[in-house]
Nanobody, 117 residues
Framework: QVQLVESGGGLVQPGGSLGLSCVAS????????MGWYRQAPGKQRDLVAT???????NYAHSVKGRFTISRDNAKYSVYLQMNKLKPEDTAVYYC???????????WGQGTQVTVSS
């Protein structure tokens, strides 16, 4: 049973930064591309950043140039560095492995990010 634990969220002012972490257990983490998703209140859960086994990254237009995804296979972890945060980045953030049809594992609890003055 794969377990995902996200952390690092909080309250930050517009223009600020936060770093999120996700640790996976119960899986061969290095076999999978990984992604960060987010879900704002009343909205669907969207994929915002991905990283392949080889470290290639891709971003949603809304976060490109501000967010950076990275991974440490030895620590079974994926990270999301978020800079120049905007109120519209407010959401619960989740990580998951990526397959051809979307996410592969059950969701973790997520971590809340709130951008507000």
């Amino acid at each position: 049973q794969v377990q995902l634990v996200e952390s690092g969220g909080g309250l930050v002012q517009p223009g600020g930064s936060l770093g999120l972490s996700c640790v996976a257990s119960g899986t061969d983490f290095y076999d999978f591309a990984m992604g960060w998703y987010r879900q704002a209140p009343g909205k669907q859960r969207d994929l915002v950043a991905t990283i392949t086994l080889g470290g290639f990254t891709n971003y949603a237009h809304s976060v490109k140039g501000r967010f950076t995804i990275s991974r440490d296979n030895a620590k079974y972890s994926v990270y999301l560095q978020m800079n120049k945060l905007k109120p519209e980045d407010t959401a619960v953030y989740y990580c998951n492995a990526l397959g051809p049809a979307g996410r592969l594992w059950d969701w973790g609890q997520g971590t809340q990010v709130t951008v507000s003055s």
